[in-house]
């Protein structure tokens, strides 16, 4: 395994993402970009919201800019998923968003994604060797869990 070929690509998004951080922070302070304060955050003032900017165009760049890799029609469908979901996460952070709202958009993505043909097969296991997982007739149901699950993680 040529470690070169995921090494470099992980230090670009890397690099960016300090970048971006440091840029939307500053811009965020200057223009009074920041969301907004309401019972269902917990800061005591109001933080910019920028971060998942910064994480999801670092992540975008870093694909679209790497020549050794291949985007097939499944890795179309992340980077789009991805960028909405920054979409709905920017608009959730600047107004308040209901929860099924945000839940529609969450499955509409998770359609999109079932649509490009994205599918996890199989995970690796800590202890040496694969987990496969044929799920076959459920995996669009599976693959909402798991997609909402991340979503909600990252939100709480």
């Known amino acids: 395994m040529d470690i070169q070929l995921y090494l470099t690509p992980f230090l670009k998004a890397f690099v960016i993402t300090i970048v971006l951080s440091i840029v939307l922070t500053w811009c965020s302070k ?11 955050h917990i800061h005591l003032k ?23 890799l291949v985007i097939s029609q499944p890795l179309w469908g992340i ?12 608009w959730d952070d600047f107004s308040e968003l209901d929860w ?31 987990i496969f997982l044929d799920l076959g007739q459920y995996l ?9 699950w991340v979503v909600l993680m990252m939100n709480s």
């Open 140 to 148: 669009l149901p599976s693959l909402l869990f798991v997609i909402v």
């Open 100 to 130: 099924k709202y945000q839940f529609f958009y969450q499955v509409a993505i998770v359609i999109l994604i079932f649509i490009t043909g994205t599918q996890v097969e199989y995970i690796t296991n800590p202890f040496g060797g694969y």
């Open 46 to 68: 109001k933080i910019s919201r920028l971060g998942g900017v910064a994480i999801i165009v670092a992540f975008l760049i870093s694909i679209l800019t790497d020549a050794n």
């Open 30 to 40: 200057k223009i009074a970009c920041r969301g907004r304060e309401d019972s269902r």
């Open 79 to 90: 980077m789009i998923a991805s960028f909405f979901i920054l979409l709905v996460g920017l």
